[in-house]
């Protein structure tokens, strides 16, 4: 399984901008497609970006496209989340994971709060 740690999280206005890490140690990076999801309270966890290994072709939900990039440091077992023009409803706590998740152990996640 791989271990993650997501940081990076923080109070931002909206409009505003805030960049998400997440740092990967054991087996399950390498090779992989990574991916960061986030939960709001009250609602499910959803899937927001994926990036696959060489980090072609990102994958963005609708709702963070055009304003969320995914990238990967594949040296440092690290992926990032950049986000702009954030907005309330990407209140969330964020969390990254192999997509398919494969069972792994999800970390702790990083708290994102846009304030109106």
């Known amino acids: 399984q791989v271990q993650l740690v997501e940081s990076g999280g923080g109070l931002v206005q909206a409009g505003g901008s805030l960049g998400l890490s997440c740092a990967a140690s054991?087996?399950?990076?390498?090779?992989?497609?990574m991916g960061w999801f986030r939960e709001a309270p009250g609602k499910e966890r959803e899937f927001v970006a994926g990036?696959?290994?060489?980090?072609?072709?990102?994958k963005y939900a609708d709702s963070v496209l055009g304003r969320f990039t995914i990238s990967r440091d594949n040296a440092k077992s690290t992926v990032y989340l950049q986000m702009s023009s954030l907005k309330p409803d990407d209140t969330a706590v964020y969390y990254c994971?192999?997509?398919?998740?494969?069972?792994?152990?999800w970390g702790r996640g990083t708290q994102v709060t846009v304030s109106s």
């Open positions: 990036i696959g290994w060489t980090g072609r072709n990102p």
């Open positions: 054991g087996r399950g990076f390498t090779g992989y497609v």
């Open positions: 994971n192999s997509v398919p998740t494969y069972g792994n152990t």
